[in-house]
């Protein structure tokens, strides 16, 4: 058993000399030097194992022998890092072979030691190139234990320390990436965590609920009947709201985060129930289950083009990253899924006799994937780059689809009261639930939101908001407010903590967070 003077903290779990050198360690890689050698000195452990010393002794003196004999005695390597040592000690060997006009041994050296290593191919095919052409290795500036030798030498130390095992090297920053793995530790847990600013290591980590919207900070009320769909920009500077009365709005937000009304769109002659901002925010595209699909300028409110006829009616739409080319989906199987350019010349189309109809669709923000929702049930990931395709099938009717940030997951919320989420890669038999929120008759939509999309949050037939951590199937948060049906929520994408809600109750809500909760430390 360890001896108790040996070993540190509470729990006796950690060697007092192995704490010591990571401390000096630190010390040296912040350029504390002076503090790391006095802490050496009176400590009376060195940093540097004496195994690492002699071969550091050994490569300076260009003693190549002594450093691959060296090599071989190190216990607890594996035959990968040992040949990736060898290999780097046999081409300084090498090198400074040449550099002193000795062809015969360089040659010898790659012929019996180089080749025989398991370092790839390409290292040795190299590094037998540089026997002929010299200037490869820019041994045409080097001279016999010039100052090019001690900085070639002194880089090679360097690279065998990375391939060392400890103890006899400590890993690169071995404090910092032991802290770092603690604070992200207690980060992962701390279900309201939603920020980028750096973490005080002062004390154990937890956020309070004043990380994340809970309370409104505004309503709009500008729409005259049930609004059903709101969409922030993805600059986080503006938001789009779609309703029944036929409109849709564009709504300016402002540097105090209040909203102001900037366009009332108003071309349709039906409920807008969808809208979809393209990729560099300069248009946004609107449509409804009734409704053709129209193209707006953003700065002047003017559409700029109506896609189709009449008769192609538009269910759902989503852009691809060059903001060049959109994608439509149509309830009407014999339309289909159409992509468009923002001219309305057509440039591809899925449709025909077995297409089925298609309720809502979606493109991953890195433009890799088309996804859609068939039949009610079916979820349709399209590789548009491969052309592979991948058909998740649900059990109950999906009535909306939404894509992450990082195009790596998808949610959707069904209508047997819960929200699923799926890896877009396809490497889950199972997806995530997410439950608490009402959801029997109606078009319920849900959103990624929060730092890293950690967040999920969803209208309800109660009336009421629902924000879950993705991590938890059970909600954190229940926002109340709203009179009616919560039809749609977005969450900004770039000010963390604003949150919109349309309602069937004729207003929009905006919700920040509640000021008057200070963050405890427990």
Known sequence: ?????????????????????????????????????????????????????????????????????????????????????????????????????????????????????????????????????????????????????????????????????????????????????????????????????????YGDHRCGRDQIPTETVQILSDHKNEVWFVQFSNNGNYLASSSSDCTAIIWKVLEDCKLVLQHTLSSHQNPVSFVAWSPDDTMLLTCGSSEVLRLWDVETGTCKHTFGDSGFLVSSCAWFPSSKQLVCGSSDPKKGICMWDCEGNETKAWRGVRMPKVSDIAVTPNGENLISIFSDKDIRILNVVTNVERVISEEHPITSLSVSGDSKYLIVNLNSQKIHMWDIEGSWEKPLTYKGHKQHKYVIRSCFGGVNSMFIASGS?????????????????????????????????????????????????????NRSEKMKLV
């Open 1 to 201: 058993m360890e001896n108790l003077s040996m070993v540190i903290g509470s729990k006796g779990l950690i060697k007092r000399n192995e704490f010591v050198r990571i401390l000096i360690q630190c010390l040296y890689s912040l350029d504390y030097e002076k503090s790391a050698a006095c802490l050496e000195l009176e400590s009376g452990i060195s940093f540097k194992s004496a195994e690492l010393k002699l071969l550091e002794s050994l490569v300076l003196s260009a003693d190549w022998e002594g450093c691959i004999d060296s090599l071989y005695g190190i216990r607890d390597m594996t035959d990968e890092q040992r040949d990736a040592a060898l290999f780097l000690v046999s081409q300084q060997y090498l090198l400074e072979s040449l550099g002193r006009g000795d062809d015969s041994l360089a040659l010898s050296l790659l012929r019996k030691q180089i080749s025989k290593l398991q370092v790839g191919r390409e290292k040795v095919h190299k590094l037998a190139f540089s026997l002929f052409s010299p200037g490869e290795l820019g041994l045409n500036e080097v001279h016999e234990d010039g100052d090019v030798f001690q900085k070639l030498r002194r880089n090679l130390i360097n690279e065998l320390e990375k391939l060392l095992p400890p103890p006899i090297t400590v890993p690169d920053r071995r404090l910092e990436h032991l802290v770092e793995k603690v604070v992200c530790s207690q980060i992962d847990s701390c279900i309201y965590h939603n920020s980028l600013d750096p973490v005080s290591i």
């Open 461 to 513: 037939e109660d009336s009421q908001v629902y924000i879950w951590n993705r991590r938890s199937s059970d909600p954190i948060e229940v926002l109340s407010g709203h009179l009616m049906t919560v039809n749609s929520v977005s969450w900004n994408p770039k000010r963390h903590q604003m949150l919109a809600s349309a309602s069937d109750d004729q207003t929009i809500r905006i919700w920040g967070p």
